[in-house]
């Protein structure tokens, strides 16, 4: 019933974050990553591996400067798209919308996206030592999932029910994250270990904001253009006629 103003709104909201979103981290989040890849890339190699089987197994990455940062702009758009259509979606399924009311959305959003699996994986920079993708995406879904279930307990159930959404938010964390067995920075030098980690901790600090500042704008923005499309208009109340 509503697809066509859901698509839009997710189109114009997901356009305003990305913009903001990849403005932010062109200045602030981007230069950290590149610092990090000059210890990735001067790490030394085995010998033993000649410069031909160096390029087959090397991966395709976008060359630096302006094709990375369309690529970049172009992944950051998608995310946001998808991020405003679920946003919407529950919008429009729990009833009238505003633009504060999408605001509470989206920091529920991010705490449910980013902080509660930031606390058990923390974003990574280049150079780092990992778990295994798939035990991270896996326990990643998991705190993603329960965090949102848990919020929307503790929001609309009754009183009762609300100590079960804590349960649900806490359980990944009583679980807990995949780790590797050697954590850290992999370079020999304890110099390049120290700077990593001070960027590292830079990383994470800018990444927080960057991820605060999306949500805000998709949050705040899906509200208004939900509220100004989709909000039913109150009917008319009936005049009474007075007689001459």
């Not at 200045?27 to 210890?39: G, K, Q, T």
């Not at 326990?139 to 159930?157: D, H, N, R």
């Amino acid at each position: 019933m509503y697809f066509r103003q859901i698509f839009l709104i997710a189109c114009l909201s997901s356009l305003v974050a990305s913009l903001g979103f990849s403005l932010y981290q062109w200045y602030l989040v981007n230069p950290i990553i590149f610092a990090a890849e000059l210890y990735e890339l001067a790490q030394p190699l085995d010998l033993a591996i000649s410069e031909h089987a160096l390029e087959q197994t090397e991966p395709w990455a976008p060359d630096d400067g302006l094709e990375r940062s369309l690529y970049t702009l172009l992944a950051n758009f998608l995310m946001c798209l998808a991020y405003s259509l679920l946003l919407s979606c529950a919008m429009v399924f729990r009833g009238t919308s505003s633009t504060l009311k999408g605001l509470a959305w989206g920091i529920a959003a991010y705490l449910s996206v980013f902080v509660a699996p930031g606390l058990g994986l923390p974003p990574e920079i280049p150079g780092m030592q990992a778990a295994d993708l798939d035990q991270r995406q896996n326990w990643w879904l998991l705190t993603v999932s329960l965090t949102g279930v848990g919020l929307a307990v503790i929001a609309f159930s009754p009183r009762y029910y609300k100590g079960a959404g804590l349960i649900l938010m806490l359980l990944p964390h009583l679980i807990g994250a995949p780790t590797s067995a050697l954590h850290g920075f992999s370079h020999p030098d304890p110099q390049a270990v120290a700077t990593l980690t001070e960027l590292w901790h830079q990383f994470i600090l800018q990444t927080s904001i960057a991820n605060a500042l999306l949500w805000f704008i998709i949050g705040s923005s899906t509200g208004f253009l939900c509220h100004r499309f989709i909000d039913p208009v109150p009917p008319l109340q009936p005049t009474k006629l007075t007689k001459a």
